[in-house]
Nanobody, 117 residues
Framework: QVQLVESGGGLVQAGGSLRLSCAASGTTFSINAMAWYRQAPGKQREFVARITSSSSTMYADSVKGRFTISRDNAKNTVYLQMNSLKPEDTAVYYC???????????WGQGTQVTVSS
């Protein structure tokens, strides 16, 4: 079985940075594509970034150039480096193996990111 645990969320000022971590338990981490999703208050969950088993990456247009997804297979961990944060980045951030926000897969419990203006 797979368990995903996000950490690193918090309160930051606009323009600041935050680094999220997602620790995965299980022996198949290295062959899984991993993604970050987020859900803002009153809104649908949306795609943020994805990294494949070969470390190819893809980003939502809203975060491209500001966020960087990476993975450390030796530590079974995926990261989301968030720079130049904006108030509209405020959301609960989830890591997942799912192909899309509403697709099946493994999901973490989420970590809150709040960006103040």
């Amino acid at each position: 079985q797979v368990q995903l645990v996000e950490s690193g969320g918090g309160l930051v000022q606009a323009g600041g940075s935050l680094r999220l971590s997602c620790a995965a338990s299980g022996t198949t981490f290295s062959i899984n594509a991993m993604a970050w999703y987020r859900q803002a208050p009153g809104k649908q969950r949306e795609f943020v970034a994805r990294i494949t088993s070969s470390s190819s990456t893809m980003y939502a247009d809203s975060v491209k150039g500001r966020f960087t997804i990476s993975r450390d297979n030796a530590k079974n961990t995926v990261y989301l480096q968030m720079n130049s944060l904006k108030p509209e980045d405020t959301a609960v951030y989830y890591c997942s193996t799912a192909r899309a926000a509403t697709f099946p897969g493994y999901w973490g419990q989420g970590t809150q990111v709040t960006v103040s203006s």
